[in-house]
């Protein structure tokens, strides 16, 4: 590798004439460069290397200029949480919009498959699990796109046996989101003239009471939690850090708080007939900073590549996804610890275990459901998507690199 220290007197102008893949190569080694600096609290020469890579990143150049410099506000973020009351006073106005937040999921449904590959294979399982039931209960962790529910009236509506009737419970922090919800799927219900109820939850998934999530006896619960599982990891991660004789100063209050372990262990009391989980298949829960960095880079280098391989450079809603859904994952990997770091995303493998520890039992997706969302992928009109197929739960791809897993389980008594 060359050096990559400035010459005296035109610092880093020779950085800007690289060729594209020079710079790809210089900017990975400047990142990493970069992150030992700050792990190991050496600020004056991580300074300099967040400079450099000021110099090449760009959020609107290549695939590498774009990651990099999202990966160097993470790292200057971290730096900054060094001294709280400059971080707060530099973040204090930085308020995320409702509408910011609809519109930011809603381009990520639209960009990339994933989440209808998710919504297809969810609802496939759901179909085959409700068969013959009269009275259908599905708890939505993370209630905030119709489109998936209303698939899935339309699929009810054309039941031989006649739908069931369906209840949904939706649980979002935000209440605007969830009366939209309500809005159009009793529209659609109405229109299918389908018996339905939508039972919205405000709660944070942390502090959800399942009292108020009323499942009945006499009813085939199915629950669907799509990229929700992981935010609760931290609280697993605190639990450990109060019953340390070793206590940090700053360690958050857990009172009210759920841990993973404990959640895992409510849902699987609910006895639901069928539960459908849909997760980033990345390692970004590691102990150490270089290596949350390391696999970071690899997985967002995917996601990233998608873009640059399906959307114009140009384009406004691909720079806010990139900004403000990956840029700020990026962010919270990297620059957060404790219960504040909230994107621990794992891998396919850990949550098997996670879930087998809670009870639950896997129930293989059907290549039915398989199939449709095969198809789906294809119509995508993009070679690069793959799906592969690992003991009856679905990874989904980009080339090789494995991005989202989606898996089905059910209480086992």
Not at 126 to 153: C, F, R, S, T, Y
Not at 351 to 375: E, H, K, T
Not at 394 to 408: E, G, K, M, T
Request: net charge negative; aromatic share 8%; charged share 25%.
């Amino acid at each position: 590798m060359m050096s990559l220290s400035p010459s005296i007197g035109s610092p880093y102008t020779w950085l800007r004439e690289l060729k594209s893949e020079e710079r790809g190569l210089a900017l990975i080694h400047l990142l990493l460069t970069c992150a030992n600096h700050v792990a190991a609290g050496s600020l004056e020469n991580a300074n300099v290397m967040l400079d450099q890579i000021s110099q090449l990143a760009s959020p609107d150049g290549d695939t590498m200029q774009r990651i990099a410099a999202y990966f160097n506000e993470a790292l200057a973020d971290r730096i900054l949480k060094t001294w709280p009351g400059l971080h707060r006073a530099l973040n204090s106005t930085r308020i995320v919009m409702v509408s910011e937040e609809i519109l930011v999921q809603k381009l990520f449904l639209e960009l990339f498959p994933f989440l209808k590959v998710s919504y297809i294979l969810t609802n496939q399982a759901i179909v085959e699990a409700m068969e013959g039931e009269k009275m259908v209960h599905i708890i939505d962790l993370n209630a905030a796109e119709p489109a998936q529910w209303i698939a899935l009236l339309q699929v009810f509506s054309a039941r031989p046996e006649g739908p069931p009737h369906l209840r949904i419970t939706g649980v979002h922090h935000q209440k605007e989101i969830l009366e939209q919800m309500a809005h159009k799927l009793t529209e659609e219900a109405e229109k299918l003239d389908i018996p339905f109820q939508f039972h919205p939850v405000v709660s944070k998934l942390e502090n959800l009471d399942f009292d108020k999530l009323r499942v009945k006896t006499g009813e085939a619960l199915a629950i669907s939690s799509i990229l929700q599982l992981h935010s609760l990891l931290g609280l697993d991660d605190e639990a450990l850090r109060r019953r340390s004789p070793l206590l940090s100063k700053n360690s958050v209050s857990l009172t009210a708080s759920m841990t993973a372990e404990s959640f895992l262990n409510a849902l699987w009391g609910l006895s639901p007939k069928v539960m459908i989980v849909t997760e980033q298949d990345s390692n970004h829960n590691g102990s150490t900073l270089m290596e949350r960095v390391l696999e970071a880079l690899y997985s967002y280098a995917a996601l990233f590549d998608c873009l640059e391989s399906t959307v114009s450079r140009t384009s406004v809603e691909r720079l806010k996804v990139e900004k403000m859904l990956f840029g700020e994952e990026i962010k919270n990997i990297i620059a957060c610890e404790g219960a504040e770091r909230r994107e621990r995303h794992e891998k396919l493998d850990k949550w098997i275990q996670r879930l087998d520890l809670s009870g639950f039992g896997n129930v293989p997706l059907s290549y039915y459901g398989m199939l449709q969302a095969r198809r789906f992928l294809q119509s995508c009109g993009c070679e690069g998507y793959k799906m592969r197929d690992e003991n009856g739960c679905v990874v989904i791809c980009w080339q090789d690199r494995p991005l989202f897993s989606i898996s089905a389980w059910r209480s086992r008594k």
